[in-house]
């Protein structure tokens, strides 16, 4: 936190008032108390949040909230929420200050320095649990009719484009390999990783990449008020079952185009992501060139997710094996151009994907290689005879010269679990079951 910043001041949290502006309370996502980092105090209940989590300071924007613990206080309204356009910050602030000023609204272009697997993990575990946090958040507005917060949900969206901008693999690395929560709240969240991350690979915009984001997190908002009996139905829909299916991009535009926030670009993803270019989609059934590159980034992100995870009613394909689902779809229902890219991103064998090498070892893919996607750096869990191995260290495949291992084929993780071995732990050793 910037203590050299002139309107930001320390002050204790029995000492906060009505109104003033608490810029951060020093949390990160997991142990936060409310859904934004920053807030105007606009009722008791704010301070007993912040008493509840153990929280004794915080740090106030004298200028936001025009109250210090000097001033008086005297019972007024709250103020209205701060607007997403802040002034822009002063030269000098700390990265702590920058990623704070992101948060109460001003979106700087990025220039992060890049993190290892390593550095970035503990990141995204934490960016994960507070993205799902806030789809569920969501959907329980939208239940019970309620307005969604949607700067919430642009915060997780910026959190996703952060990390992605400052390592390109770790994000993806642990949606693959780790059953979070319920498919219909990681679903989402999934589906905006992956499409923000082949955005970034595709050289869009950090402002691009915010429209996709967004507009792929909340891609089936529409889908909230139909039956689980349909949604989760093991066998072929009825005619009808699907006509049902198919309101849901349409529904999902009814609920959302009344938020000023959310661009049109953003809105186009959440009625045209079934979209195809063989003109086989809906709701329209447009084609070609009219099936705008957002459509089809969060369109092929969509199936990769939906095959490649464990549902009610089926198992989930291993992440090779979707994509080779996928494959089947290029140049019929998505371009050839955009589908190449998406495997480019993931890789051949994305991270999680258990595979066998020439020397009969057995290995787990913990990072990519995007110059080589046939030789990523993996983790070794089995010698050649079957043994099992733990606390191995990371093997690049591209680094081992002559005595380089190949990659034969993929195993089934089954076999893996069934020995006690879980793949993820080898990604992600410090990340929690
Ligand atoms: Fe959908
Ligand atoms: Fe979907």
Redesign the pocket.
């Known amino acids: 936190m910037s203590k050299d910043k002139p309107n930001y001041k320390k002050v204790a949290v029995k000492d906060l008032r009505l109104g003033m502006f608490v810029a951060d309370v020093g949390r990160g996502w997991l142990r936060h108390p409310w859904p934004t980092r920053s807030k105007v105090i606009s009722s008791k209940a704010d301070i007993d949040r912040l008493v509840e989590f153990g929280i004794t300071h915080v740090i106030v924007d004298l200028e936001h909230g025009k109250k210090t613990p000097e001033t008086p206080p005297r019972p007024a309204p709250a103020p209205p929420r701060p607007k997403p356009a802040a002034p822009p910050p002063p030269a000098g602030e700390t990265a702590e200050i920058v990623g704070l000023e992101r948060r109460t609204g001003v979106r700087p272009e990025k220039n992060l320095e890049p993190t290892t697997m390593e550095e970035e993990l503990p990141r995204v575990r934490e960016a994960y649990s507070h993205a799902l946090q806030s789809i569920k958040d969501v959907m329980a507005r939208i239940e019970e009719g309620g307005k969604i917060d949607i700067e919430a949900v642009r915060e997780t969206v910026e959190d996703v484009i952060d990390s992605i901008f400052r390592n390109r693999d770790a994000f993806l690395a642990l949606l693959k390999i780790r059953v979070y929560d319920k498919y219909d709240f990681a679903h989402p969240l999934n589906v905006s990783v992956l499409s923000v991350a082949l955005g970034r690979n595709a050289g869009m915009t950090a402002e691009e990449l915010r429209e996709l984001g967004l507009g792929a997190i909340l891609?089936?908002v529409?889908?909230i008020h139909i039956s689980r009996k349909i949604l989760d139905k093991p066998g072929r829909l009825t005619p009808e079952e699907f006509e049902i299916i198919k309101q849901?991009?349409i529904n999902g535009v009814r609920m959302l185009k009344g938020y000023q926030e959310i661009s049109p670009a953003a809105l186009g993803i959440v009625l045209g992501?079934?979209e195809r270019i063989d003109g086989s989609g809906y709701p329209k059934g447009i084609s070609g060139n009219q099936v705008h590159p957002y459509n089809i980034i969060c369109g092929m992100a969509?199936v990769f997710d939906a095959v490649s995870t464990e549902r009610v009613y089926r198992k989930g394909f291993q992440p090779f094996a979707a994509l080779r689902v996928l494959f089947q779809m290029r140049d019929k229902q998505f371009s050839a151009k955009w589908l190449d890219r998406f495997v480019y991103t993931l890789g051949i064998y994305p991270p999680g994907t258990v595979v066998r090498l020439d020397t009969g070892e057995v290995a787990v893919v913990v990072a990519l290689n995007h110059g080589q996607l046939l030789r990523p750096m993996v983790r070794l869990v089995e010698d050649g005879q079957g043994r099992p191995l733990v606390r191995t260290r990371p093997v690049d495949l591209n680094q081992e010269g002559m005595s380089a291992r190949n990659i034969v084929g993929v195993v089934d993780e089954k076999e893996l679990r069934e020995k006690g071995l879980q793949p993820s732990r080898y990604v992600d050793p410090h990340g929690e079951e």
């Open positions: 891609h089936d529409g889908k849901h991009p992501h079934h969509d």
